[in-house]
């Protein structure tokens, strides 16, 4: 760029045009840390002040509510500052979110954060470490490390054990995955994977295990009949004796498993599939055991209920979601492997990024063993977690929603309103409203109608699901808020909502003129 002589004497030595100055004032560098001082302690004015308000887990706002205030705002006309800014954010975003940080807020895995892992998250972002190379992160990649090791040691898998940070269990299962192909390729002494040596692999998970599964069946390239589901007993756990005769099933028609993926807390039911059984099995057929601890893995840090995850030790990976058990803020993600040397599947050396010549510099990256490139440093909320609580303190406040999930299921089984399905070891609860006499064929009907009014009314939130067939509301605790008051209170809603939705049909019903 070429500016004519006299136009850049006429500028004060050093400076940009007029309007860049106020551009730049809002990149964070040496010269504007007082402007991100006062703009980030705005914003977390304006947060506290929200979350300190709730007196309800959501506004019940509706998407035609919300899509118009949305649609409303031009995105080409800046207000220019941040406390308009916020105005507005608290119009369209604050104002209606829902709040897991609410004890009435019962519906899916998202657990109310700790302040520990705030400030990580405001550090991690601040700096913007990428966690790719060491040339972008420097001890950011050595503390990654040491949570991974941290991690692994947990769950006992040994010295040779290794593993990533990624962005949620959908991705650690993707990964997993991966690599459990690419194993089972390499020791039937396939080099190269091509569509017809896929189609003949399977995946042994069970009926209530997670969907990710299937999604990644499909991202690797195997067809839909690749993932064969096992059935669960009454409580929701993988069937052991099913589980070997489908091994066997597969090795007598010429398919190859290439792993059983065994679920430590189901998404629905919170049940933990029967880890030694099952690596028993994997371990006489020669089969990769993926476990899938993405909600259980708090039991890691349990102080009374570790032994509930007896066997994932033999486990060839492990997914961990710390942020569905370890009250971190999303994303908080690892994939963890017995034997460090299978991440070389995830490995591509790329000149720009991490050239073969780095490895023999003993430099350390983390980019050879993720899926990912550019990467968020995710572990400094762990690592700020345990710096500051400490990993018992964690494990308490898990301790505490499973303890009080195991009152709501004992609250419910004595409650003719309610029928209850299994009880978990983690923090679920599944149930339905049974509606006696005429209104009993209305049940589907009146646990969806139930679940929704309570959700638009907003006093609480719970999930659905269904049990064979069947529509059931669920609670997934993860706040050490919720009182038992607070479940029984939401139970006599529920049942308000469904007896109201029974008692309107079956009179609208009666009133129906016959013929
Ligand atoms: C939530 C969950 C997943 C998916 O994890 P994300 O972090 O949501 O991607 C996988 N498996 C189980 C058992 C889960 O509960």
Request: glycine share 8%; aromatic share 6%.
């Amino acid at each position: 760029m070429s500016l004519p002589g006299a136009t850049v004497q006429a500028l004060p030595t050093g400076a940009v045009p007029g309007p860049a100055a106020t551009e730049r004032a809002h990149l964070f560098t040496a010269g504007s840390v007082a402007h991100y001082r006062r703009v980030l302690a705005d914003g977390i004015d304006r947060v506290a002040d929200r979350v300190a308000a709730t007196d309800r887990p959501f506004t019940g706002a509706t998407p035609q509510d919300l899509a118009p205030r949305i649609a409303g705002i031009d995105l080409d006309r800046p207000l220019g500052d941040a406390g308009a800014a916020l105005d507005e954010l608290h119009d369209v975003y604050l104002r209606d979110a829902v709040y897991f940080h609410h004890p009435r807020y019962l519906a899916h895995l998202n657990c109310p954060v700790v302040i520990p892992a705030l400030l990580g998250e405001a550090v991690l972002s601040a700096v913007n470490s990428s966690m790719d190379t060491w040339d972008q992160s420097a001890g950011g990649t050595l503390i990654e490390r040491r949570l991974i090791d941290w991690t692994v040691d947990r769950i006992g898998l040994g010295p040779a054990a290794d593993g990533v940070f990624s962005s949620g269990g959908t991705q650690s299962n993707l990964q997993a995955m991966l690599l459990a192909r690419e194993e089972a390729l390499a020791r039937a002494g396939i080099g190269q994977s091509r569509p017809e040596t896929l189609s003949g692999l399977r995946i042994l998970t069970s009926a209530a295990g997670h969907f990710s599964v299937q999604k990644a069946a499909k991202l690797l390239g195997l067809g839909p009949e690749a993932v064969i589901t096992v059935g669960t007993d009454a409580d929701r756990r993988m069937r052991t004796d099913e589980l070997a005769r489908e091994i066997d099933r597969c090795r007598r028609a010429g398919l190859r498993v290439m792993a059983v993926v065994a679920t430590a807390g189901t998404t629905d039911f919170g049940s933990i599939d029967p880890l030694p059984a099952i690596a028993d099995s994997c371990a006489v057929a020669g089969v990769w055991l993926h476990v899938d601890a993405a909600y259980g893995c708090g039991l890691l840090v349990s102080p009374t209920r570790r032994h509930l995850l007896d066997g994932i030790e033999r486990a060839d990976s492990v997914t961990v979601d710390y942020h569905k058990s370890f009250f971190q803020p999303v994303s908080s993600s690892a994939l963890v492997v017995r034997d460090r040397r299978v991440l070389r599947h995830a490995t591509w050396h790329a000149d720009y990024l991490n050239p073969a010549r780095a490895v023999e510099q003993r430099i350390p990256n983390q980019v050879d063993k993720s899926l990912q490139t550019t990467r968020r440093f995710d572990a400094l909320k762990l690592w700020l977690t345990l710096r500051i609580m400490g990993p018992n303190a964690v494990g308490a406040l898990f301790d505490e929603v499973v303890d009080r999930a195991d009152a709501a299921w004992q609250l419910l089984t004595e409650d003719p309103r309610f029928e209850v399905v299994t009880r978990s070891p983690l923090s679920t609860v599944v149930f339905r409203y049974l509606p006696t006499g005429p209104g009993r064929q209305l049940v589907d009907e009146a646990n969806l109608y139930a679940r929704e009014a309570l959700a638009t009314s907003g006093a609480a939130l719970v999930a659905g699901t269904t049990v064979d067939g069947a529509h059931h509301l669920k609670l997934t605790l993860l706040n050490p808020e919720t009182t038992e008051d607070d479940i029984a209170h939401v139970l006599d809603l529920l049942a308000e909502h469904a007896g109201w939705y029974v008692r309107t049909r079956t009179a609208g019903e009666l009133s129906c003129p016959v013929g």
